[in-house]
C-alpha cells in the first residue's frame, strides 16, 4: 500500500509543497557553471529594500559587469517589471542576469562575488538565495513556498540524491535567513514526521 501525503504542509504561516521535503538537491556547480543566473525568461524576483540594496552596491560591482550590463543599468536600472506585473532584475539580452559576471566559462554572481570579497554587506536577493524554492506572498498574510524543477538543475537532483540531502536541508541557511531559526526548527520536525510517512 501506498502512503498518501498531503501536496501542501503548513508551518506556521507558511504553505510549503510536500516535495521541498521529500525531493532531493544539492547544487552542482562544477557541472552546471552557474546556467540560473543565465537560463529563464525574467530576471529574478525582487523586493523594493533589495533593489535599494543593489543600487547601493552598483558602485562597487560595476566593474564587473559587462557592457552590455552596464548598459542595460544605465537605461533601465537594476531591476524592471515583468509581464507578469512582478518585480525582477533586470537581464541583458532576455537571458543573463545583468549582476552576472564570468570567470572562464564559470557564471558568479557580482554582488555575492562582492560580499564574500568583504566589498558590500548585501549578498544577493533572497530569492537568488532560496532558488530552487520560489516564493509567494499571498494577500492573507501567509507566503506560499514551491519547489521550481528546472532541467537545468538535474545534476543538482542527482547529486542530492547521491548525498542524501533534501530541498529544505540543502536550503537551511537561506531558509533561516528568510523565516528564523524558530521556523525552521519546526519546519524540521514537520518534515521529520513526513518522511515517516514513505
Not at 6 to 24: C, E, F, K, M, R
Not at 129 to 150: C, D, H, M, Q, V
Not at 154 to 161: C, F, H, L, P, S
Request: proline share 3%; aromatic share 10%; hydrophobic share 40%.
Amino acid at each position: 500500500m501506498v502512503n498518501k501525503i498531503s501536496p501542501i504542509i503548513q508551518v506556521g504561516n507558511v504553505l510549503l509543497a510536500s516535495d521541498i521535503i521529500t525531493a532531493y538537491f544539492c547544487c552542482d556547480y562544477e557541472k552546471c557553471k552557474g546556467i540560473c543566473c543565465v537560463e529563464g525568461d525574467a530576471g529574478a524576483p525582487v523586493t523594493l529594500d533589495e533593489v535599494g540594496e543593489m543600487e547601493t552596491c552598483l558602485e562597487r560591482v560595476w566593474g564587473d559587469l559587462s557592457a552590455s550590463a552596464q548598459a542595460v543599468v544605465d537605461t533601465q536600472g537594476v531591476a524592471y517589471t515583468d509581464g507578469d506585473g512582478d518585480l525582477v532584475t533586470s537581464i541583458v539580452g532576455g537571458k543573463d542576469c545583468v549582476f552576472t559576471c564570468y570567470e572562464g566559462d564559470n557564471c558568479l554572481c557580482a554582488l555575492e562575488r562582492a560580499f564574500l570579497s568583504g566589498k558590500t554587506s548585501f549578498c544577493k536577493p533572497i530569492s537568488c538565495a532560496l532558488y530552487p524554492i520560489r516564493e509567494k506572498r499571498f494577500s492573507n498574510g501567509l507566503t506560499g513556498l514551491n519547489y521550481s524543477r528546472w532541467e537545468v538543475c538535474r545534476d543538482a537532483v542527482v547529486k542530492g540524491e547521491h548525498l542524501g540531502i533534501h530541498v529544505y536541508q540543502f536550503l537551511k541557511t537561506p531558509l533561516i535567513k528568510r523565516f528564523g531559526k524558530q521556523w525552521y526548527e519546526d519546519l524540521c520536525l514537520a518534515a521529520e514526521a513526513l518522511l515517516k510517512e514513505l
